[in-house]
């Protein structure tokens, strides 16, 4: 997937041999420049340009065109060369335009051999500039990685190349329009346009940019422990950083690129220069469900990637203003004095206009999304939506399945209060783990007691919310509590019937519930693999299950242990999911023979915990379970209802079977 990036923003690059792709709308110049770790190039032999197009680990074209390719080979490059920057400039004496601000935006990929993008930027908000710095490909740690840069200058190539540090930059500009000028630039025709987005009103990233196009449901959040990658995932488990040298997506993972046949609400007209008013549902889908599922992942996005536009664009302005400091204190002429303290003054200002301008930007995207989220959070269904909602006191027990449940909220520290539902695709296609351990947390009780105690009730809350979305008689709980010691955490599902059985106690009990789950798995695998599904047991209940293990491995030996992998890994597949609540330490006589449970399983938390991590760009979210209000009766509410309607489906099978 490409990573469509904006001004200051980085990206790890997987391979080391590249072709950099431009098009412009009118012929332009292209050339790149070698700096060390500063930056600084140190003389003309440094840039390779149309008189001198092959320098060690880059060759770039002899003439001005409106698309260029440069190839670039990054294990050539000398060490100490620690940043390629691609160039472009518009040429003299061939009568096209004499600013970008009156052509199109430039666009630039990096791309693999094969033409596979890696990413892509478009330079947008030039004016009075002739000559740009684009992107810059630097090394760091030991890894390559390429940063979109989009720096103007009004003074053309000479001002360009004598900020990088060359001080004969305007002779060496004078020798690129000479040969320019030799070669007679020709135009060579655009690629075709890229896709359209799906409509929606979508906040802008900061530093300007476009959005993506719409994509085909992909993976949404994901876990970087070594866990397959599953479509339709929700947030996994990260330590807060992207999986290195892996692809980022920065499409949302379930928008239609076909409009469906139902238009989604029209938002009202807005001010002039004002952005438009959030409408509830305003994304693609076929029903009002799926238009709020890809909404709310939208805001999600949105969140993700103006949040990751204001880091880089800090990062890129601290680093900036770090380059013109090392550069005065470099040079022992300008290290001290009144010329000195001027140029570090002028770099802080520097550093602090362009934060200022990243935060406003932020501020202005934060704005639009909490207008939105204010809009949408109340139009949501329950199985979307906070047990506060008000949609909950009209709870009835549902004719069909919905796409998706909500499993808490996200949130980052830049806005801490603007909350993103997280939604999962149902069925489930891997198990939950609630943590009952103190790995990670960012709050909570320090009583361990407390801690688990919370964790057995967020397995109930969200259990709940399982059994109230799901039609009667088409999910079942079954719960093992060997040692009986959450007991008060699941009254509420002993006391509304809800349970396919009472909990099991004992090794005996947890014996019995596995080989029962187990032996469901293998008869519906084997009727599936022979296309014999009619032979299964007429008796068979065909309900989802959902199996929620408490305390492991108390009560497990070695035998509980394989079947209880076995259900992690086969489960799902046929509608048997698994949820455990349980500190991982107290497995640890196990070792690494449990590591492949772990994480096959979604870890939550009881308490906010910022485990969480995204494909764009790798963020660390901030996940809230979804516990129920203090004092509120919901959960009792809405499990009464399901009790009764398995109850009376349970009654009417009975008089079924009798009256046969």
Do not use: C
Request: proline share 10%.
């Amino acid at each position: 997937m490409t990573a469509e990036l904006v001004r200051g923003q980085n990206h790890p690059l997987p391979q080391t041999r590249l072709e950099i792709r431009i098009s412009a709308g009118n012929p332009i110049v292209a050339g790149a420049t070698l700096g060390d770790e500063r930056g600084t190039v140190h003389g003309a032999e440094w840039v390779a340009h149309p008189a001198s197009p092959q320098l060690a680990g880059i060759e770039v074209p002899k003439q001005a065109a409106a698309a260029h390719r440069l190839a670039v080979d990054l294990d050539a490059m000398p060490e100490h060369i620690h940043r390629v920057t691609v160039l472009l400039a518009l040429p003299t004496g061939v009568g096209g335009p004499a600013r970008f601000g009156a052509m199109a935006a430039p666009f630039v990929a990096v791309t693999g051999l094969d033409g596979t993008e890696i990413a892509s930027y478009t330079i947008t908000d030039l004016d009075s500039e002739s000559a740009v710095a684009a992107l810059e490909l630097y090394r760091r740690q030991g890894a390559w990685k390429v940063r979109a840069i989009g720096q103007g200058y009004a003074g053309g190539l000479a001002a360009m190349l004598h900020d990088q540090g060359l001080a004969q930059g305007a002779d060496l500009a004078a020798r690129i329009n000479e040969a320019v000028a030799r070669g007679m630039a020709r135009s060579v025709a655009q690629p075709p346009p890229r896709p359209e987005g799906d409509g929606r009103v979508r906040t802008a990233a900061a530093g300007g940019g476009t959005d993506p196009a719409p994509a085909q449901p992909q993976t949404p959040p994901q876990q970087s422990q070594g866990a397959p990658q599953q479509p339709q995932t929700p947030p996994q488990q990260s330590q807060g950083a992207p999986a290195a040298g892996g692809p980022i997506s920065y499409q949302h993972p379930g928008r239609r690129t076909a409009a469906p046949p139902t238009p989604p609400p029209a938002a009202p007209p807005a001010a002039p220069g004002q952005p438009a008013q959030p409408v509830a549902g305003d994304a693609s889908g076929w029903s009002m469900d799926e238009r709020l599922y890809n909404q709310v992942w939208g805001m999600f996005e949105d969140l993700a990637r103006t949040t990751a536009a204001y880091r880089s664009a800090v990062d890129f302005a601290e680093s900036r203003m770090e380059q013109e400091l090392d550069r005065v204190l470099s040079d022992p002429r300008t290290r001290v004095g009144p010329a000195a303290d001027s140029a570090r003054a002028e770099a802080r200002a520097k550093h602090t206009d362009l934060v200022e301008q990243a935060r406003t930007a932020l501020d202005r995207d934060l704005a639009q999304l909490i207008a939105e989220a204010e809009v949408v959070e109340p139009a949501l269904p329950y199985a979307y939506a906070r047990w506060d909602s008000p949609v909950w006191q009209a709870y009835q027990v549902p004719m069909e399945v919905p796409m998706a449940l909500r499993l808490g909220d996200l949130h980052l520290p830049e806005r801490a209060d603007l909350r993103i539902p997280m939604l999962v695709r149902l069925p489930l296609e891997r198990g939950l783990w609630i943590d009952a351990g103190r790995s990670g947390s960012l709050d909570g009780p320090a009583d361990s007691g407390e801690l688990r105690r919370l964790a057995a009730d967020t397995a109930v809350a969200i259990a709940a919310r399982m059994l109230a979305v799901y039609p009667a008689g088409e999910f079942a709980v079954h719960v093992i509590d060997p040692a009986g010691s959450a007991a008060g955490s699941f009254a509420p599902l002993v006391g509304s019937g809800v349970l396919a059985e009472p909990p099991a106690a004992g090794a005996q009990g947890v014996s019995a519930v596995l080989a029962a789950l187990t032996q469901r798995v293998d008869l519906v695998q084997m009727a599936i693999r022979s296309r014999a599904t009619d032979a299964l047991p007429p008796d068979m209940d065909t309900a989802e299950r959902l199996l929620i293990v408490h305390d492991f491995p108390h009560g497990f030996d070695d035998r509980a242990v394989t079947q209880l992998r076995y259900l992690a890994d086969e489960g799902p597949s046929v509608g048997v999911h698994l949820m455990m609540v349980a500190d991982r330490e107290d497995a640890r006589a196990y070792g690494p023979v449990l590591d492949p449970l772990w994480r096959s399983l979604l870890r939550l938390t009881p308490v906010a915990d910022d485990h969480l991590a995204d494909p764009w760009v790798g963020h660390a979210w901030t996940y809230e379970p979804p516990m129920v209000p203090p004092g509120s009766q919901v959960l009792g509410q809405v499990l009464g209802e399901v009790g009764r309607a398995a109850q009376a489906l349970r009654a009417a099978r009975a008089r079924e079977s009798y009256g046969s």
